[in-house]
């Protein structure tokens, strides 16, 4: 199903399914999920390493790199998710806390066509 027809729940149910059908919930521990999502996440920015931001954006063109960069998203989202899952976090609800905590630390009008962050962009 596409993702508008797919919830968080049953995704974390699908994933919290995979681990208990291997009985891999006593190797599940937030340092291990942790340190795996951070892993994952270096295996998805090595698709995108030394890419000028125009062959980064040419991937979406090209069906194989964009197989191969959604099947490491999968693994970062599948990772994201089992931690969830071991820490009993809401993940709408912390999305929902976190873009309000994001909208009130970078107010549209301000960062508008911005970085943020000190916007290293001005006066290069």
């Known amino acids: 199903m596409p993702d508008d027809a797919t919830t968080i729940d049953a995704l974390k149910q699908l994933v919290d399914a995979f681990v208990s059908e291997r009985d891999w919930h ?30 980064a954006q040419a991937v979406a063109d090209d069906a194989e790199r964009r197989a191969a960069v959604g099947e490491e998203l999968a693994d970062v989202v599948c990772y994201a998710l089992a931690l969830a899952n071991a820490l009993g976090i809401d993940v709408a609800e912390a999305m929902r806390d976190k873009m309000q905590k994001n909208v009130r630390k970078y107010p549209a009008d ?15």
Not at 28 to 50: D, G
Not at 110 to 124: A, I, K, L, M
Request: net charge negative.
């Open 26 to 55: 006593r190797f599940h521990t937030p340092k291990n999920l942790s340190m795996a999502l951070s892993i994952e996440a270096a295996e998805l920015m090595e698709h995108f390493q030394w890419l000028e931001p125009a062959e």
């Open 110 to 124: 301000q960062y508008r066509g911005r970085w943020g962050h000190g916007d290293r962009r001005e006066g290069q």
